[in-house]
Nanobody, 124 residues
Framework: QVQLVESGGGSVQAGGSLRLSCAAS????????MGWFRQVLGKEREGVASRDSTGKLNYADSVKGRFTISQDNAKNTLYLQMDRLKPEDTAMYYC??????????????????WGQGTQVTVSS
């Protein structure tokens, strides 16, 4: 059973920062591709950033230079540091994992395991 536990969402003003956390089991964390996605009501879930099973990091163009994936190997936790947030970053954010090698920002339908989601709201 793959479990992904997210935390860290909230409300912030434009220009502010938030850090999301995704805690996984040791096997998932060490052997699965993991990623961050976001979804606005009525729109498709879009990839934000990912770490493939080799450790390579990938970012959507819309967040490059503002969002950063980091990792705490002792806690089996993947983080998404979000800086210089914009109102258009407002969405429900999800952590995802999959045992397959995910090249680049693989689309959401390819990922098999999902966290419960955490809301991020950025006000102008």
């Amino acid at each position: 059973q793959v479990q992904l536990v997210e935390s860290g969402g909230g409300s912030v003003q434009a220009g502010g920062s938030l850090r999301l956390s995704c805690a996984a089991s040791p096997f998932t964390y060490n052997h699965y591709s993991m990623g961050w996605f976001r979804q606005v009501l009525g729109k498709e879930r879009e990839g934000v950033a990912s770490r493939d099973s080799t450790g390579k990091l990938n970012y959507a163009d819309s967040v490059k230079g503002r969002f950063t994936i980091s990792q705490d190997n002792a806690k089996n936790t993947l983080y998404l540091q979000m800086d210089r947030l914009k109102p258009e970053d407002t969405a429900m954010y999800y952590c995802a994992a999959d045992p397959s090698f995910m090249s680049g920002l693989a689309p959401a339908p390819l990922w098999n395991y999902w966290g419960q989601g955490t809301q991020v709201t950025v006000s102008s």
